[in-house]
């Protein structure tokens, strides 16, 4: 009976294997219950890429949101008169109010609504600096990190890519590796675009030609252009920062002519606290104009993001209201009229162009805004393309070095114990087609460093039969006829071996858990390889041995 289980597993096994092993169009697949082993991105090749996470941004939306409640807070309390301002270079919130009694009320709704979230830094001549507590900045950090590295995944998961890695890297990087991409460039958009979406009002102070003017005195000297990037508009404002208004900053619409392809800018001059962000969002969807039919992106807000917007619009009757998205205009409506919570609801226009290209465009917008805008601008500071042909490569010098490695070790094993050593490479041909078969049924990915622990585990295996067979010797030598001989020399190496492997176990589990991409591929055949090697050492060897002497009584066992 235990014969057969040895026959069964290693039908199994190769079943399981058998679709990594056919091409991918074959018709016997749809027959076949396994799945092709997954391989990783030194083997099969894909994308690696480093972000790095812009976390003082995040602290920055969480300020202006905290000034937006504290001044409503004061409104409601009837506290007229207060100045607000939140001074960015030192991440603070100032507060200026009029009397002894208005600072209390201050203090009160600090305590309740604030109570270990914001504190008073310094207060002088009814003036009161706020800042962030030290622990919630540093939960607020931790926190943009997760939530960024979640809506990552779900861009990946929506772009259809298996066994994605996708992991923080110290306090404000990501890494994310993706095995077998075909579309690299198009994968990296979808990556580090923020689609930091923000909700700004515009100040009319000035208009779009004193603003221009602006810009053209000192173009040259900060060699801004029209498709600038964030780097650029960041050094125009610090340049022109004397001449706007305190609070505000200057950014622009882009408009791309679909013939010649040239960029121009319209200027809008916005406040520089955010109203809202792209956290209230519940969902985008790409929809047409109805009278142009250009593609647009509709945007539904969440419950409490649609009550805001509805407070926003009221408080601001007439007024331009700026979408923008990573730090860029795409549309800056008038507020007609305060828009109920009910039917709140905005739409991105993506101008003009190519019908198809801005189709693609706004298809891609309303994929990274419903898996949800990042929390804080990223960059990319890495970024790796590995070819299919270094993975080939890899694979068959990978599959050289462990066929070299097998065939030494089982001619060793044969030369040096006889017919004990071909029992040994017998369960030793078992343990890696179940080793393998399991990385299949659990779409485990084998990588490089994975081939490596294959290999090791060969090794591991391998001198676990050597101290079978060594303790058999011993017991045969003492006089125990065969089968006594065998009982002893199994059971007094069972706990040797079960000690070894468990304690191998835990450090691969110790790996797996505190390592990164390549260790954990090696630590996942390792721990894969030490269970299979215990139960093809230990057990199948042994009834194979029972097997042969339940048939063939023999006088003297050759090892």
């Known amino acids: 009976m235990r014969i057969w289980i040895i026959g069964l597993a290693t039908i199994l096994s190769l079943i399981l294997l058998i679709p990594s092993i056919v091409p991918e169009n074959s018709p016997v697949l749809k027959y076949l219950p396994g799945k092709k082993m997954n391989l990783g991105l030194d083997l099969r090749g894909g994308i690696h890429v480093v972000l790095g996470v812009d976390v003082q941004k995040a602290l920055d939306i969480e300020l202006d949101h905290f000034l937006i409640t504290i001044q409503d807070r004061l409104k409601e309390k009837d506290v007229t008169g207060v100045e607000l301002k939140h001074i960015k270079s030192d991440k603070e919130i100032e507060v200026v109010v009029r009397n002894a009694q208005d600072e209390a009320v201050l203090d009160k709704i600090l305590k309740d609504d604030f109570y270990n979230v914001l504190t008073v830094s310094d207060r002088k001549d009814r003036v009161t600096r706020i800042k962030i507590e030290p622990e919630y900045e540093q939960r607020t950090i931790a926190m943009s990190l997760d939530q960024a590295r979640d809506i990552i995944r779900n861009r990946v998961d929506e772009f259809g890519v298996a066994e994605p890695l996708i992991q923080i890297q110290g306090n404000d990087r990501i890494l994310v590796q993706l095995p077998g991409i075909k579309d690299p460039e198009r994968a990296i958009q979808l990556i580090g675009r923020t689609a930091l979406l923000e909700f700004k009002l515009v100040d009319d102070t000035k208009d779009p030609a004193t603003l221009m003017a602006l810009v053209e005195k000192v173009r040259d000297q900060v060699k ?230 294959i290999v090791l585990t060969i090794g591991i295996a391998v001198d676990a039969n050597v101290i079978i067979i060594e303790r058999i010797r011993e017991e045969l030598r003492s006089g125990k006829k065969v089968r006594a001989a065998l009982e002893a020399g199994y059971q007094g190496a069972h706990r040797a071996i079960f000690d070894s492997n468990l304690t191998t176990v835990i450090a691969g589990v110790v790996l797996y858990n505190f390592g990164t991409g390549p260790i954990r591929g090696f630590a996942v055949t390792f721990i894969m390889g030490m269970i299979c090697s215990y139960i093809a050492s230990v057990w199948f060897s042994k009834w194979i041995y029972e097997w042969y002497l339940d048939r063939h009584p023999i006088q003297k066992l050759s090892v």
Do not use: C
């Open 224 to 453: 801004f252009k029209n498709n600038f990037v964030a780097a650029d508009l960041e050094r125009l404002n610090a340049a022109i920062k004397s001449e706007l208004p305190e609070g505000t900053q200057l950014t622009f619409e882009k408009t791309t002519d679909p013939r010649s392809g040239d960029v121009s800018l319209r200027p809008y001059l916005v406040k520089s606290t955010t109203v809202l962000t792209g956290q209230a969002l519940e969902d985008a969807r790409v929809g047409s104009d109805q009278t142009t039919q250009k593609p647009l992106v509709s945007l539904r807000f969440t419950k409490m993001g649609a009550q805001q917007f509805e407070k926003i619009t009221e408080d601001n009757v007439g007024k331009l209201l700026a979408i923008l998205l990573d730090g860029v205009v795409v549309s800056a409506p008038v507020i007609h009229e305060r828009i109920p919570a009910l039917s709140a609801g905005a739409t991105i226009s993506l101008g003009t162009g190519n019908r198809k290209r801005m189709q693609d465009e706004a298809r891609d917008l309303a994929l990274v805004l419903r898996s949800g805008a990042l929390p804080a601008p990223v960059e990319i500071l890495e970024n790796r393309t590995v070819g299919a042909s270094l993975g080939e490569d890899s694979i068959q010098k990978g599959k050289f070095a462990g066929l070299i490695g097998a065939i030494a070790v089982v001619i060793f094993m044969l030369l040096y114990y006889r017919w004990s050593g071909f029992v040994a490479d017998l369960s030793l041909v078992v343990n890696i087609l179940m080793l393998l078969a399991s990385m299949a049924l659990f779409q485990a990915t084998l990588t490089l460093p994975g081939i490596a622990g």
